[in-house]
């Protein structure tokens, strides 16, 4: 199991990114969040099994047909089981 950090830039605000990805995670399931954050980038904290993880980071390199993906950065964490479900922070 690994966490990962991932951050996504571009055109991915007001497009459904999260909702997307809140769907996509719990497909593959992955727990933790996905958030906008002020900058407009997209902020996923995502945990699971390092497969379906890189299923994830895939699927963020295009997100949802309406968003335009720049960049994808992602950031190794420690890994830690404190997430139950995946959930969209407000």
């Known amino acids: 199991m690994i966490s990962v950090h991932i951050t996504i830039t571009g055109d991915v605000q007001g497009v459904f990114f999260r909702a997307y990805a809140q ?7 992955i727990n933790g969040w996905v958030a906008n954050e002020s900058d407009g980038s997209v902020s ?3 945990e699971g099994p390092e497969n379906k ?6 699927w963020c390199h295009g997100g ?16 830690s089981g404190e997430y139950e479900d995946f959930s969209i922070r407000y």
């Open 23 to 29: 769907e996509k995670a719990q497909e593959l399931g």
């Open 64 to 79: 949802p047909s309406n968003a335009r993906v720049e960049k994808v950065e992602v950031k190794e964490m420690p890994y």
């Open 44 to 46: 996923v904290v995502a």
């Open 53 to 58: 993880i890189n299923e994830l980071i895939d």
